[in-house]
């Protein structure tokens, strides 16, 4: 089945490291997203993973598969005031098919 | 180049009434999705149009109906509308199955 999880909240300090979690339950999901809510917007597509990597960087964020686990993290160096938004969790089979999302988690930056 | 726009951005309606709301790509984009945001939740995807066709559909019953134009702008239609309706609703582009969803800002409808 489809399902995706994500703890609810995390408060960080600013310039602090932010580590995001997700854990997902289909074993046949081939991309794996994350994507940046901000109040009254729409969702930013952040980065990206495929299936078949462990890790991938991107500037300040840094995202850790391991499919094993069916876990995936999202790392946000030298966490910012601006970084505050709800962050979201995101599975597909296919890419650009549709996406399963997670209920997302808050990111509190704290100056 | 303009991003995923919808419109409206806000509507308000009653419930059992009929609603409309439009979405045009990303330029160069020809495959759009709709996804339904409630208070505190994740986006649910709803159906996504590729060639004026459904191509996939979520679980949502059918008062939920779209279509896509030539020039691949869309449309949801949400008929008989409830009060559980009332959330954020999400237009995503992407090139056909290949590339991200990209999003555009939503339209919030409230149904009272």
């Known amino acids: 089945g489809e399902d995706v999880e994500q703890s609810l909240f995390l408060s960080v300090r600013e310039g602090d490291s932010s580590v995001i979690n997700c854990t997902y339950t289909?074993?046949?999901?081939?991309?794996l997203y994350w994507y940046k809510q901000e109040p009254g917007a729409g969702l930013q597509l952040l980065t990206y993973i495929f299936s078949n990597m462990d890790m991938k960087q991107d500037q300040r964020l840094t995202v850790l598969l391991n499919k094993k686990d069916k876990h995936l993290s999202l790392r946000i160096a030298d966490t910012q005031t601006g970084d505050s938004a709800i962050y979201f969790c995101a599975e597909t089979k296919e890419y650009g098919n549709k996406l399963v999302f997670g209920a997302g988690t808050i990111l509190r930056v704290k100056s | 180049d303009a991003g995923v726009t919808q419109s409206p951005t806000h509507l308000i309606k009653t419930r059992g009434q009929q609603v409309t709301l439009r979405c045009s790509p990303k330029s160069g984009h020809d495959t759009v999705s709709w996804y339904q945001q409630a208070l505190g939740q994740g986006p649910q995807f709803i159906f996504q149009?590729?060639?004026?066709?459904?191509?996939q559909r979520g679980n949502f019953p059918d008062r939920f109906s779209g279509h896509q134009f030539p020039n691949y702008s869309s449309e949801l239609n949400v008929n008989a509308l409830l009060l559980g309706d009332s959330a954020l609703y999400l237009c995503?582009?992407?090139?056909?199955?290949?590339?991200?969803?990209?999003f555009g800002d939503g339209t919030r409808l409230s149904i009272l």
């Open positions: 995503a582009s992407s090139l056909g199955a290949q590339y991200s969803q990209h």
């Open positions: 289909d074993s046949s999901s081939t991309y």
């Open positions: 149009y590729y060639e004026e066709e459904e191509r």
